[in-house]
């Protein structure tokens, strides 16, 4: 479903086009639809946003690792580097703690 909606552009609040997304899972989308229409599951959406907002997610997609909330489909490279325990790149960031504040760069024209 993240990929239809997000990389393919699907409406997936179209009750056909989850269906068929179901079917291709190798789930019977007309039975599932059916049974998201009990109460009980029409309630969980604004439950787990709820939850989620107390947690700290604030975008799609959002993932948490342990305490790390890593959001975004564009940075998998963060994602990643949270997995393998590594915050940032050590160069990367001994090179960006090595220049100057952006102020004085702009001073002295230097950028």
């Known amino acids: 479903m993240l990929n239809a909606c997000w990389g393919g552009g699907e409406d997936v609040l179209d009750v056909l ?25 029409k309630m969980a959406p604004a439950k787990n946003t709820a939850q989620a907002i107390a947690a700290g997610v604030y975008g799609v997609p959002t993932f948490k690792l342990g305490a790390e909330l890593v959001w975004g489909s564009d940075r998998p490279a963060a994602l990643i580097r949270v997995l393998r325990r ?10 960006f703690l090595a220049k100057n504040p952006l102020a004085h760069r702009q001073r002295q024209g230097v950028r």
């Open 17 to 41: 086009v989850l269906q068929r997304l179901a079917n291709d899972c190798g789930l019977n989308g007309v039975a599932l639809h059916a049974a998201t229409q009990q109460s009980e599951l």
């Open 86 to 95: 590594q915050r940032i790149d050590a160069q990367v960031l001994t090179d």
